[in-house]
């Protein structure tokens, strides 16, 4: 019987023949199986950390907010009216938020004041250290958090003063369930009644403080809705809008950019092992030529052929990809932990079905894609052209390349049907697609080239340079491994620099020692002399300070409102909420004009206005144009005289928008400084003094904001440094794979060199020179590709600016190209163990 008479082969004999041919150590299809498990389980521990992530934000979003919708005003308390038509809706909680200073005799420390009524929290509950669940403290008491009680140096019990009264610390507090909506705090918090900011002198007119009221609804209304008819009901109100569905908007583009970059290293990871799995399979097919052709010499089919194998290679890409899923499941607590603090991350393992069956179609898709065209190419061709394969190359299917075609097509559209970003997916695709055609020309034109190279005196480096050209040659498969496994090196060295390189330069290394808010104008005076009397070469810097929105901008007759923006361009930050403002006379140190004229001394004339440069660009505003400011519900419109480029990197006052002093000076305000003391040692003092002159004023500690600043960019560092290391072990286990199947099909050519005299150190110097002289022509493109990926993560998805250190990703790329040479000696010894006769006997 013939294999075209013959009955097919069922499925049950095909698995009982390949289980019988499968070793349990998958011996041969180990590489499959690595490169199936880095990336499902970076896909797995990403979906997972993800889903988690936006199920708490989603499922917590009232308590996390304090309510259903929060209203926020600056340096005024809602009017009656307001306060009732709120409360309409649903039960109303209200309180402020301002910085204060705590003290006793010994100690003074700055912390975050929150006042809050008997309502609150609206939703959720305030866990004390001591078990208790507790709501607004009473009057004269405070829930303190551990870090005001250690600067205090109190316990619970003990008394402190904020402003003019005393206070008792009642509680620590364990669990604040808004914490996460209350955004960066300059100072541990400390919880007070509602009534107790303006009994202390903390509230009067002119100071920093943001009022704070939040709503439950009775009635399950829609959010949006209740926002646009308080908008249209107080248009000039100045309100800044919060709801339980966008409860932290910080957290929320955090997760999305995060989840984005995490998702592309997932692909990446993929894409770099789906060219591991190619070649893996076929080194592995390679190695069963003999039985391949074994069993088409005794009848079976080609189609029989490819149950055996496809059963074999299934297996294995399905226990790659549960492995993957485990380990990504159990790896989802440490990046959780990695990123506590910055995001509501449950503690203990999470498990998310949607995110692992989707990690785990990935890895079967990407198996099936790779790995089609080396099996069906061992499919189509008959059994004495298998038999003699090693020495005479088996030419390509082209009808094999459509399976593999048709794989890739369902990966890309899994990856955009399940992508919150199509554009962002699809361009990574796109970009990949580009790299493996580019690798590719690349490959063809190394050979090309190759072949036509002027022959060398050096016997070495002649036969290194025919092995790039001659039949059979592994080139292509050599190039694109060697191009991706590098490039993730650069990659990885490139993000991880250019985040620290954004710490060095936005987390400045000298600043002022402190910032002091609400100074009373007619105090200036007295506060300059409490500090030169410490220390008479401290630098004193003190600008007027205010707090306003941007309600409309654009030409005079063509002014845009904010509040019918269905969405803030870009870069034009300062189009979002109320924002510091001050006026000055002057250009602010720091500062340079970048179009336009600034205004004389005692300008009188129409009000005017100076705009940082490229945020008014981002606004699409020109010199000319026209802003209406928002100031304790007063409405201003000022023209824009002048754009300023601002050195950012300063920790002075930085003030996108700077007016000229018949703008705005008649708004009630006061004065804000920052102290930079040249003797440490009076700090303490100072504080004391301060707080017992001036007790409506709060002071910020710069070292400890630069301190919780360094810290939130190292825990987004460290969680993109073990994120991005998935796609270099990917990169090294394609390397070694790469090497490893271009070893199997040099077993002939050694063999070969050998009989004819070769020795040892001739052989191992031929694999040097070969595998040398592809990593160093790929080293150029492998660092356009790494760079490449790498400043799109950085400039796009965490919109820091560029700024790697070349000389470390130079350094890693270096290490990479060792690692390649390492790779090559390992993957050349055992060609020099081969006996001639049995190696020449099993061709």
């Known amino acids: 019987m013939n294999a075209a008479t013959a009955k097919p082969m069922s499925w049950v004999m095909a698995w009982r023949i390949a289980k019988r041919d499968l070793n349990a150590r998958f011996k041969g299809l180990r590489l499959l199986l690595v490169c199936i498990f880095l990336g499902t389980a970076a896909l797995a521990a990403i979906g997972t950390l993800t889903a988690a992530i936006e199920r708490e934000l989603d499922n917590r979003g009232q308590e996390l907010l304090g309510g259903d919708l929060e209203v926020e005003v600056w340096q005024r308390d809602l009017t009656d009216e307001e306060k ?69 140096d109190i316990e619970v019990g003990d008394s402190f003063r904020v402003g003019t009264n005393e206070l008792t610390a009642a509680g620590v507090i364990e669990n604040e369930p808004d914490r996460l909506s209350e955004g960066f705090q300059l100072g541990p918090p400390v919880i007070v009644a509602a009534e107790y900011p303006l009994r202390a002198g903390l509230i009067a007119p002119g100071a920093l403080y943001e009022s704070k009221y939040r709503v439950a609804f009775d009635d399950g209304q829609d959010p949006d809705v209740v926002r646009k008819e308080l908008e249209e009901r107080f248009p000039n109100s100045g309100f800044d809008f919060r709801d339980r569905d966008r409860a932290s908007p910080g957290a929320d583009r955090f997760v999305r950019n995060m989840s984005d970059f995490l998702t592309l ?55 790659g990809s549960l492995a993957g899923i485990a380990t990504g499941v159990l790896v989802t607590p440490l990046l959780g932990y990695a990123l506590q603090g910055l995001l509501p991350v449950e503690g203990g393992f999470v498990v998310e079905p949607a995110p692992l069956l989707l990690a785990a179609s990935y890895g079967l898709l990407v198996a099936f894609a790779f790995a089609a065209t080396p099996l069906l190419r061992a499919r189509a061709f008959p059994a004495m052209a298998l038999m003699r394969a090693r020495v005479s190359p088996l030419a390509r299917d082209l009808r094999a390349l459509i399976w593999t075609g048709l794989g890739i097509a369902a990966i890309c559209a899994l990856a955009l049907l399940t992508t919150n970003q199509p554009m962002l997916s699809g361009g990574f695709l796109v970009g990949a697609g580009g790299a493996l055609i580019a690798l590719a020309l690349i490959g063809f034109g190394i050979r090309f080239l190759a072949r036509r190279a002027p022959r060398t005196s050096n016997p070495l480096l002649r036969a290194a340079v025919a092995n790039l050209h001659r039949p059979g040659a592994p080139t292509g498969a050599l190039v694109t491994a060697l191009g991706f496994g590098l490039a993730s090196f650069v990659l990885l060295a490139a993000i991880q620099t250019a985040i620290n390189g954004n710490i060095e330069s936005r987390v400045p290394q000298e600043a002022p020692d402190y910032f002091v808010l609400d100074i009373p104008r007619d105090g200036e005076e007295d506060f300059r002399n409490l500090v030169t009397t410490l220390d008479s070469e401290a630098a004193i810097r003190t600008v007027p300070a205010l707090r306003g929105s941007v309600l409309a901008f654009g030409p005079r007759d063509e002014m845009t409102r904010v509040a019918d923006l269905e969405q803030i361009p870009d870069g034009a930050w300062f189009l979002r909420g109320e924002r510091g403002l001050t006026y000055a006379d002057t250009l602010p140190p720091g500062n340079s004009l970048a179009e336009g004229e600034w205004w004389p001394e005692g300008y009188e004339g129409e009000p005017l206005v100076s705009l940082e440069a490229d945020a008014a660009r981002a606004a699409g505003l020109e010199v000319g144009d026209y802003i209406t400011i928002g100031v304790l519900g007063i409405e201003r419109d000022v023209r824009i005289a002048n754009l300023r480029v601002i050195d950012w990197e300063s920790m002075g006052f930085n003030y996108a928008l700077v007016f000229s002093s018949n703008a705005i000076a008649d708004a009630p305000h006061n004065l804000a400084a920052t102290i930079e003391l040249q003797d440490d040692s009076q700090s303490g003092v100072l504080l004391r003094q301060m707080v017992s002159r001036f007790p409506s004023s709060s002071v910020i500690e710069i070292g400890q904001v630069l301190t919780e600043a360094r810290t939130i960019l190292e825990q987004v560092g460290a969680a993109t440094l073990a994120a991005a290391s998935v796609a270099v072990l990917a990169g090294l286990a394609v390397l070694m794979g790469a090497i490893a199947a271009a070893r199997a099909s040099r077993t002939y050519d050694t063999v070969v060199l050998r009989v004819m005299g070769a020795s040892q150190r001739q052989v191992l110097g031929l694999q040097l020179v070969e595998y040398g002289l592809l990593a160093l022509l790929l080293a150029v493109v492998a660092l356009a590709l790494g760079s490449t990926l790498a400043w799109f993560v950085i400039t796009e998805l965490f919109e820091f600016d560029w700024l790697p250190n070349w000389t470390e990703v130079l350094s890693v790329l270096g290490i990479g190209l060792v690692l390649v040479l390492g790779f090559a000696i390992g993957g050349s010894l055992p060609l020099l163990k081969a006996k001639p006769a049995q190696a020449l006997r099993e061709l």
């Open 84 to 152: 009732t038509a709120l409360a309409e809706y649903g039960t109303l909680s209200g309180g402020t938020r301002m910085q204060a200073m705590a003290s006793t005799d010994d100690a003074a420390a700055p912390v975050q004041l929150k006042a809050v009524d008997e309502r609150w929290p609206l939703y959720g509950v305030l866990t004390l250290t001591d078990g208790r669940e507790v709501g607004a403290p009473a009057i004269g008491e405070a829930w303190l958090g551990q870090g005001a009680l250690d600067r205090l």
């Open 265 to 319: 290293v997932g692909l990446a990871a993929l894409v770099i092992a789906g060219i591991g799995i190619g070649g893996g399979v076929s080194s592995y097919l390679d190695a069963r030529r003999n039985s391949i052709a074994t069993f088409k010499v005794l009848g079976a089919s080609s189609r029989d052929i490819v149950k055996i194998y496809a059963l074999q290679i299934g297996a294995a890409a399905l226990v």
